[in-house]
């Protein structure tokens, strides 16, 4: 069975430009989650999707951030325009339920490095 | 903020045991724990989880005190490739994944 996958692995881009992430998670799996962790700092939790419709968008840091699930099968999160502090890394999850015994399982996470 | 409290590193020699601590004074009737692990340059790996009863997986053991205030991650024999950072997290349903800074474990050749 194939895992939760993301696209691009890295990317580099200039302050202000715009950049796609997109995170396909394992098939069948309702629930999808977005994080990332900044330099130096802890992971935390951006937003949560059931199917399409967003669950929790608590930690989305700004309205710079747009993140959409169309048809409930893969997720993007866009940037823009991207700021310096925006660099870091962007890990997906997915799970079957949001049950507390879930297991929620990540991908291998987007370098994002912002000039 | 993370509900869960860890030492920020332990070192283990290969083929010893490590026994992982984990704080959670504060944790309720349904909270799961979970432990996840991040090797270096990839996602969070789920390791093992349990409620109240000890848990044993192919990848390692998990020991809960009988008050559930804290729980021990026990890995029977470490290798190289267990070298990482060590998660410790509490879970209810509906609640989103709080992560805290972890311990990193060094494995010593």
């Known amino acids: 069975e194939a895992g939760v996958t993301q696209f691009p692995s890295h990317s580099v881009i200039e302050k202000g430009q715009t950049v796609t992430l997109r995170c396909d998670p394992i098939?069948?799996?309702?629930?999808l989650y977005w994080y990332r962790r900044v330099m130096g700092k802890e992971i935390k939790f951006l937003l949560h999707?059931?199917?399409?419709?967003?669950?929790?968008e608590s930690g989305m840091p700004n309205n710079r951030f747009l993140a959409e699930r169309t048809g409930g099968t893969y997720s993007t999160l866009k940037v823009q325009p991207a700021e310096l502090e925006d660099s870091g890394v962007y890990f997906c999850?997915?799970?079957?339920?949001?049950?507390?015994?879930?297991?929620?399982?990540f991908g291998p996470g987007t370098r994002l490095l912002v000039l | 903020d993370a509900k869960t409290t860890q030492p920020n590193s332990m070192e283990s020699n290969e083929e010893e045991p490590v026994h992982l601590p984990c704080n959670h004074s504060?944790?309720?009737?349904?909270?799961?724990i979970h432990w996840y692990r991040q090797l270096p340059s990839q996602g969070p790996e789920y390791v093992i989880h349990?409620?109240?009863s000890n848990v044993n997986n192919r990848m390692a053991s998990l020991a809960i005190a009988e008050d559930r205030k804290s729980s021990t991650l026990i890995l029977h024999r470490a290798t190289l490739r267990d070298a990482a950072v060590y998660y410790c997290?509490?879970?209810?349903?509906?609640?989103?994944?709080?992560f805290g800074p972890g311990t990193s474990l060094s494995v010593i050749p």
């Open positions: 999850a997915s799970s079957q339920s949001r049950a507390g015994q879930e297991t929620q399982y």
């Open positions: 098939s069948g799996h309702d629930n």
């Open positions: 999707f059931v199917k399409e419709s967003k669950q929790d």
């Open positions: 504060t944790i309720s009737g349904t909270d799961y």
């Open positions: 349990g409620l109240t």
């Open positions: 997290i509490l879970r209810t349903s509906y609640d989103k994944v709080i």
